[in-house]
């Protein structure tokens, strides 16, 4: 399991303080969500680019990663235009597709692919221990920012553990089909991955408790927000609000 | 001559304990752990000698007995909490200890929480790295230490406290002998107490002047002058025990 893969670079994303970047990315992502029109996604999709480009990552694992979300899209370009419905239709062997169904699946697609790049641009670019701490530093409820932390700290060991139990089960031989057998011996590699997931959550909650962890997490950050931060902030908050108007402009 | 009456640091005073729906893992036990005693608890496995760590620590309640800290019996959550500012617990599994994103935050979420400023718990943690010489790692992302770093880190976390003893279970487990031989250097150079559950009885001989052995529930002291390892034609060999001299 990787983690992280853009998280390391030297450009001005990577150094900015990640509260910043929270905010502008949830602003930017939930206006290109919201978009209809095909201006606005095109827009997004346009400065989801240039923040890429600025993040200065590898666009082959950009890429990569775009793939899997277009493979969706993939679905939705096949299935819209031939489902949707409408008044305006193209017959293609003999066929009939809805010229508005392909229009919401390209808006779609243009649309999460813009939203894909934000988040790789303005989060991934971070750690996500610094994405807890900014969290955290949003008081956003410390609950959740713990829940985040814990996953991504745990989540690999768990990863782990379903592998050994897998790599034994390979070792006896074990090979998966379409039959019962198989489908119980992955319940059960499940289940044992749950429970071992349980016992491993109360030791970590047993080694907090005595170290004095009282639910109060006391943390050592001081960030502090630089002008550039707040330059970029108020960069990003206004392209988000340009694009609001671009919406809403008729 | 003067008799010293000051209570030892902790104490199992009749110790019994069951799991669930299981046999009597300790029956009427007693262990001592006194200021600056170096313990070494050994038995087979299933013996109860994690159990009797986290006994100490109020991790679980026993059937029976009692435990006593600076000879006062603990009873109350806040006498927990005393007992565990005083002792400190490496678990096993260094995952289990290491929880922070970064290894300072690791080490220095014990002293903010025993109420230390940012600045003050900073200074700890930094210092408590630096006396173990592991500044280097300050920075890192826990979950990448290798094996045997995060074992060392995980021993800063406790020490970052300041205790006055240390509980340790396997230390050694899975360490490389450049590691297990930091690990036996730090230990002896500290001024604590401590008690170290392990099956690795020439680190034992090392770092501990005393022993207990876990054996049918109780616990049997001696010297570790008689651990030692080597074969044995009897089937006690297994067992601490001492040779006659041959004449």
């Known amino acids: ?250 | 001559m003067t008799v010293d009456s000051t209570p030892p640091l902790v104490q199992l005073q009749q110790i019994s304990f069951a799991y669930p729906g299981r046999r009597q893992i300790l029956e009427q036990a007693d262990v001592t752990l006194d200021y600056r005693q170096r313990i070494g608890l050994i038995g087979p496995n299933g013996s109860g000698k994690t159990t009797l760590l986290h006994l100490l620590m109020g991790l679980i309640n026993p059937t029976g007995g009692k435990v006593l800290f600076k000879g006062r019996e603990v009873s109350s959550k806040e006498d927990w909490r005393e007992l565990r500012r005083s002792i400190g617990l490496v678990f096993q599994d260094a995952d289990d200890q290491l929880f922070s994103p970064t290894v300072l935050e690791d080490v220095a979420f014990g002293p903010l929480n025993l109420g230390l400023s940012q600045e003050e718990a900073l200074d700890k943690s930094r210092q408590t790295l630096d006396n173990l010489g592991l500044t280097r790692l300050t920075d890192r992302i826990t979950h990448q230490l290798s094996g045997g770093e995060k074992k060392l880190v995980s021993l800063a976390t406790v020490l970052s406290m300041q205790p006055e003893a240390m509980l340790l279970d396997e230390p050694t487990n899975n360490l490389d002998g450049t590691i297990r031989a930091r690990l036996i250097s730090i230990l002896k150079g500290l001024k604590i107490g401590y008690m170290i559950i392990s099956h690795d009885w020439d680190f034992l001989a090392e770092t501990c002047d005393e022993l207990y052995t876990l054996r049918d529930g109780k616990a049997l002291r001696s010297g570790t002058e008689c651990l030692h390892c080597h074969p044995h034609a009897h089937s006690g060999g297994g067992l601490p025990h001492e040779h006659p001299q041959q004449q």
């Not at chain 1, 949830?26 to 919201?34: I, N």
């Not at chain 1, 221990?129 to 713990?146: F, M």
Request: charge should be positive; include cysteine; proline fraction near 2%.
């Open chain 1, 1 to 250: 399991m990787t983690f992280e893969q853009f998280s390391t670079g030297s450009s001005f994303l990577h150094q900015a303080d990640p509260r910043g970047k929270l905010v502008s990315a949830g602003l930017l992502s939930l206006v290109v969500a919201l978009a209809q029109n095909m201006r606005t996604a095109l827009a997004g999709l346009l400065l989801s680019l240039l923040l890429t480009a600025a993040a200065r990552l590898p666009w082959t694992k950009v890429l990569r990663r775009l793939l899997i979300v277009n493979g969706f899209n993939a679905f939705l370009l096949l299935l819209l235009p031939l489902t949707y419905g409408g008044a305006e239709t193209a017959r293609v062997a003999g066929f009939d597709l809805s010229l508005s169904g392909l229009w919401l699946a390209v808006l779609i697609t243009i649309k999460s692919n813009a939203v894909i790049l934000i988040f790789i641009s303005l989060l991934a670019t971070s750690t996500v221990a610094k994405l807890g701490q900014g969290l955290q530093g949003l008081r956003l409820s410390p609950r959740l920012c713990l829940l985040l932390l814990f996953s991504y700290r745990y989540l690999g060991l768990i990863h782990e553990e379903y592998l050994r139990l897998h790599r034994a089960a390979g070792l006896r031989s074990f090979q998966p089909k379409t039959n019962l057998h198989t489908y119980k011996t992955y319940a059960h590699l499940l289940g044992m991955v749950i429970v071992r997931s349980w016992n491993r959550a109360a030791r970590v909650q047993q080694a907090m408790i005595l170290r004095g962890f009282d639910g109060t997490f006391r943390s050592l950050d001081t960030a502090i927000l630089h002008r550039s931060d707040v330059i970029l902030t108020a960069g990003l908050s206004f392209a988000a609000l340009a694009l609001t108007v671009l919406e809403l402009a008729r």
